[in-house]
């Protein structure tokens, strides 16, 4: 990254209680913050100017749990959503005419119910027979091919109902389930695709202020990044599937001088809500089942001894209140069976998710200092869900304010593609916590504005010991200018907050203004 100049005028930047202060320039060199001028300031000289017109300006956000190669791959690919048939055919045939012949056109979201019937692969035969043609229904249970496609599969190994043919052999409809299951196994994207889909994925994060990243990515993936070379300006630091860690330890050692970096390895202790698998204490409501466990209790800290050796930090998954004690209990262990001459991991260790905690494991996190790593827009989608599987135990989920009284560090996410990126969204269900008819949610788990803003700025920097975050002298310039005063705006419009500039390093990557 080439370091650059800027001058930042008319700016106001908000003090640790959110109020605000003019300052008439914030002079940055060599990519750091240099001075700050609060009266009209002598000529400077810089290599380009900015001017803030009076906005509020942050420290760049940082998404603390994303999968970003494949929010990019989401982002390239159709997106046939609420489309009637004629429309999902009109965009189709758009994406084909740019698209290189014998390349895969591929993407999804359609229904029967929008479409009025199933389609079939002779109305993506009449666009293109010179383009693999696979779309996902919006169920995932079927999938929408040309013939081109369908060719490769074997009939007989499906029954007529999983793909329907008529008399002459001819595919009369969609791929249903197993024989889907097998026509999108065929997709492939060439690393020029998937560069281009890094790429893309980057815009959008600087147009949401965010330039930098942990994102959780398999030791495939590194060298798509790679690739890109300074074309990648976000700072990416990487979680590796623990699958996939030695391959990774090649590829970095390799590539010493690489744009991504590697910081800790990822693993899974349970589950999801939704899908009923994250691990409980005690059964769902009305059920037998706790969800899932993996790993032994041994094995995990043999495991977590492994990942720290590396000189790593142990990402692990864990949404249930049962596989967030055992996560605990491994960090407790790992502590208490390393010698005294061993200093540990350089970074310290997280928990992702940490959705549900049980009251007396709240405390644990301070005090063996493992980092709660949470999504708080994922309370969207899980209020519903939580009534019904967990009943009363619904007031363990999303514990901020527990945590942060309790001296442990959060640092926040969005978990793209699964939720949306945008900082905004998470602040607003951090701080207002309510359901879909604005219903406060367990309202004292709530946290205050500055501080949820900490979990998006200085506390992911600061325990990697890297100098930004903040906006003081000598930190490295990651700053955004803001469309409100968001310490002033009433706190429902918060979503709503638009990013006008970002900029990284001192250089200006997205600007509106
Ligand atoms: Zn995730």
Known sequence: MTAASLLLCNVRIPDANG?????????IEAGKIARFFSEPYPKVSAAQRLDAKGHLALPAFCDSHTHFSEYGLRLTQLDLSGLSLQAALERIRKRVATAPKETWI?????????????????????????????????????????????????????????????????????????????AMSFVTISAQERQAA??????????????????????????????????????????????????????????????????????????????????????????RSSGIDFYSDADLVALFKLVEREGLAISVHAIGDRAVRRALNAFEKLRAQSSPQATG??????IEHAQTIHDSDVTRFAK??????????????DIALARRLLGAR??????????????????????????????????FYAIVRCDEQGQVWYGHERLRLQDAVLAYTVN????????????????????????????????????????????????VVYSVL
Not at 19 to 27: D, E, F, G, R
């Open 394 to 427: 619904a007031e363990r989920l999303y514990r901020f304010n527990s945590l942060q009284s309790s001296g442990a560090t959060l640092i926040f996410g969005s978990d793209t593609p699964v939720e949306s990126p945008n900082v905004f969204e998470g602040l």
């Open 368 to 381: 063996h200092g493992i980092i709660a790593s949470m999504q708080p827009v994922h309370i969207r989608a």
């Open 345 to 350: 991991a350089a970074l310290p260790h997280r």
């Open 19 to 27: 109020k605000l202060t003019p300052y008439c320039a914030v002079q």
């Open 106 to 182: 591929t993407g999804g979201g359609w229904t029967r119910q929008a479409f009025g019937l199933f389609p079939t692969a002779a109305m993506l035969d009449e666009i293109s027979t010179e383009h693999f043609i696979a779309l996902r229904s919006a169920d995932w249970h079927a999938a929408w091919c040309n013939s081109r496609v369908l060719q490769k599969l074997h009939p007989h190994e499906f029954a007529e109902a999983e793909l329907p043919c008529d008399e002459q052999g001819r595919f009369k409809s969609v791929a249903f389930e197993r024989a889907a299951k097998k």
């Open 460 to 507: 992911p920097r600061r325990i990697i010991h890297a100098p930004r975050g903040a906006l003081e002298v000598g930190c490295e310039a990651d700053i955004i200018l803001l469309s409100e005063n968001i310490f002033q705006i009433p706190l429902q419009n918060l979503a709503q907050v638009q990013v006008l500039a970002t900029i990284l390093g001192g250089e």
């Open 198 to 287: 890094i790429k893309l994925a980057q815009e959008e994060f600087f147009k949401l202020g965010i330039t930098e990243i942990l994102t959780m990515e398999e030791s495939a993936a590194l060298p798509d990044y790679h690739a890109l070379g300074e074309t990648l300006k976000l700072r990416v630091r990487v979680a590796i599937y623990l699958e996939s860690l030695d391959a990774a330890k090649k590829f970095y050692a390799a590539h010493p001088n690489t744009n991504t970096s590697l910081e800790a390895a990822k693993l899974f202790l349970d589950g999801s809500l939704g899908s009923e698998t994250c691990s409980m204490l005690e059964p769902f409501e009305g059920q």
